[in-house]
């Protein structure tokens, strides 16, 4: 069974940082991305960043410079580096698993990352306050 569990959501300052982590079991690292997406409230799911098992990353232009995505393959873990964070980063962030190469991922709105990445995890909460 898979399973995506993420932690380190908090509530932060303007330009604060945190490190989110998504532990996964169940699944391991591929040629298929996994990848960071975020929801705030009354909008739909966005991506953020994504990673493949070669290394490949890749970054929503929202978060290019700020957010380091990055894996622990011995660990099978994922995580998200995010500095200088800014109140409209506010939101639920979820890993998730099984998706798309990372080539084939395009950062554009009103995307259904739901029908794309098959694996998810429950959320972690992040607030960032001016």
């Known amino acids: 069974r898979v399973q995506l569990e993420e932690s380190g959501g908090d509530s932060v300052e303007f330009g604060g940082s945190l490190r989110l982590s998504c532990r996964v079991s169940g699944y391991r690292p591929s040629r298929y991305a996994m990848g960071w997406f975020r929801q705030k409230p009354g909008k739909e799911r966005e991506g953020v960043a994504a990673?493949?098992?070669?290394?490949?990353?890749s970054y929503a232009d929202s978060v290019k410079g700020r957010f380091t995505i990055s894996q622990d393959i011995a660990t099978n873990t994922m995580y998200l580096e995010m500095s200088s964070l800014e109140p409209e980063d506010t939101a639920t962030y979820y890993c998730a698993a099984d998706g798309v190469q990372i080539k084939d991922i395009q950062w554009k709105p009103n995307i259904r990352w739901e029908s794309i990445f098959l694996r998810w995890g429950q959320g972690t909460r992040v607030t960032v306050s001016s």
């Open positions: 990673i493949d098992v070669f290394g490949g990353t």
